[in-house]
């Protein structure tokens, strides 16, 4: 009956008012107990008589004349006591009743308290000091009181009638409140339900702020679910694309083998050279995508160890020179001699540097600069790989390290190059070393893409010596 959530809510409340009603009864009731209504009307006339006999204390130093006493203690049906500077009994206007003893210190005794007499019975009473050392005690008997007469007939009713509504608002309440905290759970459940069959649309957050983190939790993981989704189809539809084309030209020059179209010897080696190269082509497309694969994965082993940075850079400039001259384009690099030794695995870091230097030739136009620039500052290496190429467009700077994507062809200089793996590889690859790789860039006037790697301490120790 109560399994779900806003019944177990609703039930709470109403047995959390239920206990605060309980626990307000029980106080009233002990107050009750020890100081009803009765009881404040016997102190009353215990005030007032005494109260009449201290404004004439004559009567009360002459205790041969005893009628005033005895007249006040019948009107005010009370009982009188006069006691000596040695507490002994002076006077008693009950004297057959069993003896009241006198309190001790009455003299700071002002408040009205209640004593037991020789027989037990309870007496509430007042005690005054006078003028000539005597002390006068003004008592009554306590009245008899039932604990069930004081409930039933001073508590019960108002509780009752203050439980009632008490507990019907909080009914309500509890049901505000169970909804305010039930109704967006449920929106997410339903959210979840219909998750990945149906386009689901994220959960507006509302209700307390822990059902509010959830719904963001939730709308977080549905669109990192949606992206991984729309990744792996992309992903799918992107080889197919890639494969698609070589393996229609390594069909149809194979075909074109078997059939004798290419009935000479030149077009049997152009046949051969396009089978070749084409396979060749799907042979790096398979590599790069296993070795995107573990890097995602992690399971590949980085050989680190020390590596000199500017010999690294220097090493692919080398490399790319032949290219920049045939497409007349300044290769260059300019790196500090006394950069810091950098702990990483220098065979994927050079990979890294060669994508990054390899897309900025292909990209950058006849008589325009590739730079290489190296710095070491805060526990940090930073190379960054400039060039003056056309630019990559702001929309397509978030996508620029996802795999198999490529800026758009049709744009000026834009001729296909690979598979759009190497961007990607290169991310993998920089991550795995604990650093991060950036891009800024401005269509018309060139693209920077920035490497950072964490140094080793001693090595970040290094250069800031070198620095003082």
Do not use: C
Request: hydrophobic share 45%; glycine share 6%; proline share 6%.
């Amino acid at each position: 009956m109560f399994s779900s959530l806003r019944s177990r809510l609703w039930l709470s409340y109403a047995l959390m008012i239920a206990t605060a009603l309980f626990v307000v009864a029980v106080v009233l009731l002990l107050y009750l107990i020890r100081n009803p209504g009765i009881y404040r009307q016997t102190l009353d006339r215990l005030r007032s008589a005494e109260a009449l006999l201290l404004a004439r204390p004559a009567e009360l130093f002459d205790l041969k004349n005893t009628t005033a006493l005895e007249r006040t203690a019948d009107n005010f049906n009370v009982r009188i006591l006069v006691f000596g500077r040695d507490k002994s009994l002076r006077y008693d206007t009950a004297p057959a009743d069993a003896a009241l003893p006198l309190p001790e210190k009455p003299a700071q005794s002002r408040n009205v308290t209640s004593l037991r007499d020789a027989d037990g019975k309870f007496w509430l009473f007042t005690v005054s000091p006078l003028a000539n050392g005597d002390v006068l005690m003004v008592a009554a008997p306590r009245p008899r009181l039932s604990v069930l007469n004081i409930f039933a007939d001073e508590l019960l009713v108002p509780i009752l009638e203050g439980g009632l509504i008490a507990f019907l608002f909080a009914l309500v309440l509890a049901f505000v409140i169970a909804r305010g905290v039930a109704d967006p759970l449920q929106e997410v459940i339903v959210a979840a339900r219909d998750f990945p069959s149906a386009e689901v649309t994220p959960v507006e957050p509302r209700g307390p702020h822990e059902v509010q983190e959830l719904t963001r939790a939730f709308n977080a993981m549905v669109k990192r679910v949606q992206a991984s989704q729309r990744s792996q189809r992309d992903f799918v539809a992107n080889v197919s694309h890639e494969l698609k084309t070589p393996l229609t030209s390594v069909q149809g020059f194979a075909q074109a083998i078997l059939d004798g179209t290419a009935d000479t010897p030149e077009a049997r080696q152009q046949a051969a050279e396009i089978i070749y190269a084409e396979s060749g082509r799907m042979h790096r497309m398979v590599l790069d995508l296993l070795d995107l694969a573990r890097l995602e994965a992690g399971t590949v082993v980085m050989q680190m160890s020390p590596l000199e940075v500017r010999a690294l850079l220097n090493v692919t400039v080398e490399k790319f020179t032949p290219q920049a001259q045939k497409a007349a384009v300044t290769l260059r690099a300019e790196v500090p001699s006394e950069l810091p030794a950098l702990v990483g695995d220098g065979d994927r870091l050079a990979q890294v540097f060669t994508n990054l230097v390899d897309n900025a030739l292909k990209f950058t136009p006849p008589g325009g600069e590739v730079l290489l620039r190296a710095e070491a500052a805060a526990g940090e290496m930073k190379v960054e790989v400039r060039d003056t190429g056309r630019g990559i467009p702001p929309e397509a700077l978030e996508r620029v390290f996802d795999r198999f994507y490529q800026v758009d062809s049709s744009r000026p200089g834009g001729e296909k190059h690979g598979a759009g793996l190497g961007l990607s590889i290169a991310h993998e690859i920089v991550q795995a070393h604990g650093g991060r790789i950036g891009v800024r860039s401005e269509v018309g006037r060139g693209t920077v893409f920035t490497v950072t790697l964490p140094l080793s301490p001693q090595a970040a120790a290094t250069v800031v010596r070198r620095r003082k």
